[in-house]
C-alpha cells in the first residue's frame, strides 16, 4: 500500500474500505413521496403570506359575487369556509351580517380557524352553504385525496344546501410552453423534479402558473413545482409540491358523482368579477346545489 500511496506520516493509519455492488436503485421510493406529500403541502401553506397577497384583497368582490348567485341566503344561514387560509372571506360574511360561521383549514395558525383535515372532517350540524375556493381541491396530486375533500364538503351539506368550488384550470397552463413529465417513469421523472429551478411565488405572488418553473404531467393533470420560502416564515426551506389541475368537465363530473348538481360553470380570475373563456380563465368556478 505505500508503494503506491506513498509513505504515512508519524501517528497515521491506513484504513480501507471495500464497497461491495448495490442494485440500481428504481426511485419508486421518491416517486411515493412526490405523490403523497399532504405534510410539505400544510407546511408550505402555513408560511404563505396570504394576507399581503395582490388577490388575497379581492375577498370583497368574491363575496359579493356568491351572494349575487345565491340571492336567498338568509342572515340566519350556516355557513362554512373548507381550507379558508387566513379566514378572509368569513370576515367578509361576517361584516355582511352573517354569524354562523365556521372557517376550517389543516395549515391555519389563525386563532378562530378550526385545524382539522376537510378530507375527513365532519360538523356537528350541515351546512346551508359552504366555499371551497382556491385550488383546494387539487391541493394533492392523488386523485383520491381530492375527492375525499369533495365528498366532504357534500357530506356536510344540508340537501338543497350550495356549495360555491373554485379548482386551478389545467387549460390555462397547458398551452404555454411548461415542460412534460411522466410520473409514471419513476427514474427520468425525479431526475427532471430534480433539475426543475425552485420559484418563491408562494411567498411572493401565490402565482403558480409559469411555465418555467412548472412540470405538467398530462395524463394526470398534475403539475410539480418546487417553493423557496426566506427565513422571514422560519428557517429557510423548498418543498417539492404536486397539485392537480382541471378541465370543466373533469371537475364538472367528480361534483355530480357526490351529488352535487352543478347550476352554474365560469372561468373566473381572483375577485369574480370578470367571466372568462378556458384559455384565459385561471380559475373554473362551479355553483352546486346538494340533491
Not at 504515512?8 to 403523497?36: C, H, M, N, T
Not at 402555513?46 to 340571492?71: C, F, N
Not at 336567498?72 to 381550507?83: N, S, Y
Not at 352554474?264 to 368556478?285: M, N, P, Q, Y
Amino acid at each position: 500500500m505505500s508503494e503506491r500511496l506513498g509513505a504515512l506520516p508519524e501517528g497515521a493509519e491506513w484504513l480501507a474500505v471495500v464497497f461491495r455492488e448495490q442494485p440500481l436503485d428504481d426511485f419508486k421510493a421518491y416517486r411515493s413521496l412526490i405523490l403523497s406529500s399532504a405534510r410539505f403541502v400544510a407546511e408550505a401553506y402555513s408560511r404563505m403570506p396570504q394576507g399581503e397577497q395582490g388577490w388575497a384583497a379581492k375577498a370583497d368582490a368574491e363575496i359579493s359575487a356568491i351572494l349575487g348567485w345565491i340571492p336567498e341566503l338568509p342572515r340566519t344561514a350556516r355557513i362554512a369556509d373548507f381550507g379558508a387560509g387566513s379566514g378572509r372571506h368569513v370576515t367578509t360574511l361576517r361584516a355582511a351580517g352573517f354569524m354562523d360561521l365556521t372557517a376550517v383549514d389543516f395549515a391555519s395558525s389563525v386563532p378562530g380557524i378550526v385545524r382539522e383535515d376537510i378530507r375527513t372532517w365532519r360538523a356537528n350540524e350541515p351546512f346551508d352553504l359552504i366555499l371551497c375556493l382556491y385550488d383546494v381541491i387539487g391541493s394533492f396530486p392523488d386523485d383520491e385525496d381530492n375527492k375525499a375533500i369533495l365528498a366532504s364538503v357534500s357530506a356536510n351539506l344540508k340537501p338543497g344546501g350550495h356549495a360555491v368550488l373554485s379548482v386551478s384550470n389545467y387549460d390555462y397552463v397547458a398551452g404555454k410552453g411548461a415542460g412534460k413529465v411522466d410520473l409514471d417513469n419513476p427514474v427520468e421523472s425525479v431526475r427532471q423534479i430534480f433539475a426543475l429551478p425552485p420559484s418563491r411565488s408562494m411567498e411572493t405572488t401565490g402565482e403558480f402558473f409559469n411555465p418555467n418553473f412548472i412540470l405538467l404531467d398530462e395524463k394526470r393533470h398534475v403539475a410539480c413545482r418546487k417553493e423557496q420560502f426566506s427565513a422571514r416564515s422560519g428557517l429557510p426551506g423548498e418543498y417539492l409540491l404536486c397539485d392537480r389541475r382541471f378541465t370543466a368537465d373533469e371537475i364538472r363530473a367528480w361534483a355530480e358523482a357526490c351529488g352535487l348538481a352543478v347550476t352554474e360553470v365560469r372561468f373566473v380570475r381572483a375577485g369574480f368579477d370578470t367571466e372568462f373563456d378556458a384559455s384565459t380563465g385561471k380559475e373554473i368556478l362551479l355553483i352546486t346545489k346538494r340533491t
